[in-house]
């Protein structure tokens, strides 16, 4: 079973969430990210939004997550494999770092169709 191909996908699984623990237990940013998350959805009840409203919040949500999770991964191979200052780096940390911006600009913006007419009701007459 150990070995077999149903176990080494469980064994994967378990890695896995191991490192969502480390993620969370660990990187200030994912902890930040999860505390905007959790706080997102208390505002999500608050205002009783759709199902689909609660689709893209969560997908919203996951995208973030995802990139600043591969971003602590890319920031701690950089640290690993060249723990001195260099340009390349500094290159590779910013690109990395820059991914996790388009994620929430797009978080952002998912936002914003989501609350803005409940903010502002009277500028979003459908
Ligand atoms: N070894 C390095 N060589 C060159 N520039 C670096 C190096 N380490 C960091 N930098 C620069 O500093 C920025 C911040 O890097 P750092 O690793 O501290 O990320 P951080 O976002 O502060 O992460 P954390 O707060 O999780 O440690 C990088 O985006 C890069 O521009």
Same mark, same amino acid.
């Given at each position: 079973?150990?070995?077999?191909?149903?176990?080494?996908?469980?064994?994967?699984?378990?890695? $896995?969430?191991?490192?969502?623990?480390?993620?969370?237990?660990?990187?200030?940013? #994912?902890?930040?990210?999860?505390?905007? &998350? !959790? *706080?997102?959805?208390?505002?999500?009840?608050?205002?009783?939004?759709?199902?689909?409203?609660?689709?893209?919040?969560?997908?919203?949500?996951?995208?973030?997550?995802?990139?600043?999770?591969?971003?602590?991964?890319?920031?701690?191979? $950089?640290?690993?494999?060249?723990?001195?200052?260099?340009?390349?780096?500094?290159? #590779?940390?910013?690109?990395?770092?820059? &991914? !996790? *911006?388009?994620?929430?600009?797009?978080?952002?913006?998912?936002?914003?169709?989501?609350?803005?007419?409940?903010?502002?009701?009277?500028?979003?007459?459908?």
């Amino acid at each position: 079973m150990r070995d077999s191909y149903l176990g080494k996908r469980i064994r994967g699984g378990g890695y $896995a969430f191991k490192g969502a623990w480390i993620l969370i237990k660990s990187e200030h940013s #994912i902890q930040v990210q999860v505390g905007i &998350a !959790v *706080l997102i959805t208390g505002v999500g009840f608050y205002f009783d939004i759709s199902k689909f409203d609660w689709m893209f919040q969560f997908f919203a949500i996951g995208l973030v997550l995802s990139a600043e999770g591969l971003n602590s991964a890319v920031e701690g191979i $950089a640290d690993f494999v060249h723990p001195d200052f260099h340009t390349k780096i500094g290159y #590779i940390k910013d690109v990395a770092a820059g &991914a !996790v *911006l388009f994620a929430a600009l797009t978080a952002v913006i998912i936002a914003g169709f989501i609350y803005l007419p409940y903010l502002f009701p009277n500028l979003f007459l459908q």
